[in-house]
């Protein structure tokens, strides 16, 4: 086998992550990043969109650790492709971060609707018509560190459980607020939603309709009086039976099925010998606690569907002693004439989609162990984290889901890590010629086409 001459040139230089061109054009063509940091007062020093340039710019390529800034201060396509004119060291950057953390994060949280409004970015309502909005908390494992805020979480590890909210089909993140792991998913989570709520109303316009997807800590009366009232928006909250008893509720749901007048239509399925499923519908009324703003009656109306499982076989034919009964069920403001039960229960199992959101920003943005001490620094990376999602998710979908797409199976939405793969790592030559700068690409770039599609977009769209 051949040995290659290893030499480095003093002339010419080159680019493995050519894809941070279209990043800093996201940055600074498509967002109010530039106008809204002005209104943070610096007498001296970096100007504070040049520490967000930076840092979104190591993000966008997996890297997460303010000391890997140290390796791209002299890199001249880095500066260059996100415009950075005064480059932080990496006690600079964690510094002023520290410093300016609380002011920085709603300027972030609006530029994050920014780019969706600016680009024209894709948002996919559900067969209702809606549009999903999908909440959740979610761990991140930070153990061995005393980080501010680190404590045990629901998943037994000691970290953060921030909370999250995605739109449409695609996944857009338009909140993502950092929380402290001992923290229930359901504390404070109504100040939660007076931001997230018209973000989603701001970006899906006045016509659209939200519906918002909540799991079983967020089974609360307080969210459905809440909901109940906010205009446009139904709500599907998966239902806590907290003490009920499966086999208290199998009774009264066959009694139910005997009685000709019974006041709930129950169905019966069997899709295999020794297993049966129940499903019914329930609509009840509530009454408005003092605290909250009450309609002139005085009350509202909530439909639960529930779903019951009794296995007296399991599913490798053996029998059991005791039967097995699962308890399920929704609360919803659907109503029956549009959804049937079983309806309600696959478009709440759409919301497990949201996990893989979850796992892109932990995994492929490295964000799972946040990189600074403190709690205000870390929820200001997090929502860089997600500005930086939100960016790479678009060129995923305008560059990696078309004719023009690199050799891939076909697929609607692309993961982060396949958009850093086939876009960001991009190698390319730099040339700068006639106060021009250009990017070489090798002849045989599977990725040339599509770059330079999602390039056009950015630059002149």
Avoid at 36 to 56: A, D, F, M, Q, W
Avoid at 184 to 194: A, P
Avoid at 299 to 319: A, F, L, P
Wanted: hydrophobic share 35%.
């Amino acid at each position: 086998m051949r040995h290659f001459q290893l030499v480095q040139s003093a002339t010419e230089f080159y680019t493995s992550h050519s894809g941070l061109a279209l990043v800093g054009l996201a940055l600074n063509r498509h967002t109010s990043l530039i106008k809204g940091t002005r209104s943070i007062v610096k007498r001296h020093g970096i100007p504070n969109i040049e520490l967000i340039r930076t840092y979104v710019g190591q993000l966008s390529v997996g890297k997460s650790d303010f000391d890997a800034v140290e390796n791209v201060r002299k890199d001249r396509y880095f500066k260059q492709a996100l415009d950075i004119k005064q480059m932080p060291s990496s006690a600079r950057l964690r510094q002023r971060f520290d410093e300016d953390a609380r002011a920085l994060i709603p300027i972030i949280d609006e530029a994050k609707i920014d780019f969706i409004k600016s680009t024209n970015a894709p948002i996919t309502p559900l067969s209702t018509g809606h549009v999903a909005l999908d909440m959740d908390g979610f761990p991140m494992d930070n153990s061995g560190t005393k980080k501010e805020g680190v404590s045990r979480t629901y998943k037994g590890h000691d970290g953060y459980v921030p909370m999250s909210a995605y739109l449409g089909k695609e996944g857009w993140c338009i909140g993502m607020e950092l929380r402290e792991g001992s923290w229930h998913g359901q504390k404070e989570f109504g100040y939660v939603l007076d931001r997230v709520l018209p973000r989603a109303h701001k970006l899906i316009g006045r016509e659209g309709k939200l519906l918002l997807r909540l799991d079983g800590g967020h089974d609360a009366k307080e969210n459905r009086e809440r909901l109940a009232q906010e205009p446009g928006t139904d709500f599907l909250i998966k239902w806590n039976p907290r003490k009920e008893s499966p086999e208290t509720w199998i009774e009264r749901v066959e009694k139910q099925s005997d009685d000709e007048s019974a006041q709930w239509k129950v169905e019966w399925q069997q899709p295999r010998d020794g297993k049966r499923i129940a499903l019914l519908t329930q609509y009840l009324t509530e009454d408005y606690s003092q605290t909250t703003q009450q309609s002139q009656e005085g009350h509202y109306t909530v439909r639960r569907v529930i779903r019951i499982t009794e296995r007296t076989i399991d599913k490798t034919g053996q029998k059991l002693l005791i039967p097995d009964i699962t308890l399920e069920g929704w609360w919803t403001t659907l109503d029956e004439t549009e959804q049937d039960n079983q309806a309600i229960i696959n478009l709440y199992k759409d919301h497990a989609t949201s996990e893989q959101f979850h796992s892109e920003l932990k995994t492929d943005l490295d964000l799972e162990r946040l990189p600074s001490g403190k709690f205000d620094t870390n929820d200001l990376v997090l929502t860089l984290g997600a500005l930086t999602y939100n960016i790479l998710r678009w060129i995923g979908l305008m560059g990696l889901t078309g004719e023009l797409s690199p050799v891939r199976h076909p697929a609607k939405r692309r993961r982060i890590r396949t958009v850093m793969q086939e876009l960001m790592y991009l190698a390319a030559r730099v040339v700068e010629s006639g106060h021009r700068l250009k990017l070489k690409f090798s002849s045989y770039c599977p990725g040339f086409e599509a770059y330079r599609l999602v390039y056009q977009q950015l630059a002149y769209g």
